[in-house]
């Protein structure tokens, strides 16, 4: 295992053991900052919009192209990138959950309560939400991990847009958790168990793909990856953003977070 693939296995890590970050917070703060949280789940999904568009669809096609012409090759990106979106859109159908596993849970939500018969239906939601996070995280630790084999640099940045979106789902699975069972470390043991999964499909992807590597399989599964993340990016991050919206920060974030990808990409080229 050379130092590259160890430095893409460390960014997965990184990244999904986000949501044990989640979990500290949600037991450790008093009150959740919207504001901070509306303009940084913007700024995720700029970055993850913006690298999926303007760098990884265009680095598959040009794989997909070289290896099988300009039309052929096109057509492969194309069914690759709405293949990643479809996959995803499938994903979030057939999981279990008794409620959005992606919606956002606040600080403040600990302080409401449950009364004695929500207890079962509390842990089994937990149960449920931790399991649809990490089903939901493995292929984001597939993308973070090829992003990163491929360009250092890229695989940086989606690390890191990646992991703050995982901090809200690290919310999102303690609260029930720590309410059905009133402990933390069960809430944050299950926190980051959800997350774990992240570097779980990089390690799968390493063993199962990388042996296989050619122009057509890096272009299909950059493609998939470019549609993975856009729609991650609007099927989560947004509405999310938009539910602590305060004066359009969350699209203030967004742009942000393209400006940020954007300058960042013509520095390191």
């Known amino acids: 295992m050379d130092n590259g693939v160890l430095f893409a296995l460390g ?35 700029g970055v993850m919009i913006y690298v999926s568009m303007v760098e990884i669809f265009v680095k ?17 990106t194309i069914a690759g990138f709405f293949g990643g979106m479809i996959f995803m859109a499938a994903l979030d159908r057939i999981l279990p959950s008794l409620e959005n596993p992606h919606e956002v849970k ?18 089994k939601m937990g149960i449920f939400t931790a399991l649809a996070i990490a089903i939901h995280n493995f292929p984001e630790g597939i993308a973070t991990f090829m992003s990163a084999i491929q360009d250092p640099n890229l695989g940086i940045a989606i690390a890191i847009a990646v992991a703050i979106h995982n901090i809200p789902e690290g919310i999102a699975v303690s609260v029930p958790i720590y309410y059905a ?6 809430a944050f043991q299950y926190s980051v168990l959800s997350g774990i999964s992240e570097p779980i499909g990089a390690i799968a992807a390493w063993l199962i793909l990388m042996p296989f590597m050619s122009d057509t399989l890096f272009g299909v599964i950059f493609a998939g990856v470019a549609g993975i993340m856009v729609f991650i ?3 989560e991050l947004l509405p999310a953003a938009k539910r602590y919206d ?7 974030g967004l742009v942000a977070g393209m400006a940020v990808m954007a300058v960042s990409l013509v520095l390191i080229v």
């Open 11 to 45: 960014l997965t890590v990184f990244a999904g053991l986000a949501t044990g970050i989640g979990s500290l917070i949600a037991f450790f703060a008093s009150r959740t900052n919207t504001k901070f949280l509306s303009v940084s789940l913007g700024f995720s999904a």
């Open 106 to 123: 606040t600080i403040e939500d600990l302080d409401a309560g449950p009364t004695n018969d929500q207890y079962a239906h509390l842990r």
């Open 60 to 76: 598959a096609k040009t794989a997909l192209t070289g290896a099988h012409g300009e039309s052929m090759g096109y057509w492969l």
């Open 233 to 235: 990016s609007l099927d």
């Open 246 to 252: 305060e004066a359009h920060l969350s699209i203030y």
């Open 181 to 186: 069972t009133g402990s933390r470390k069960k």
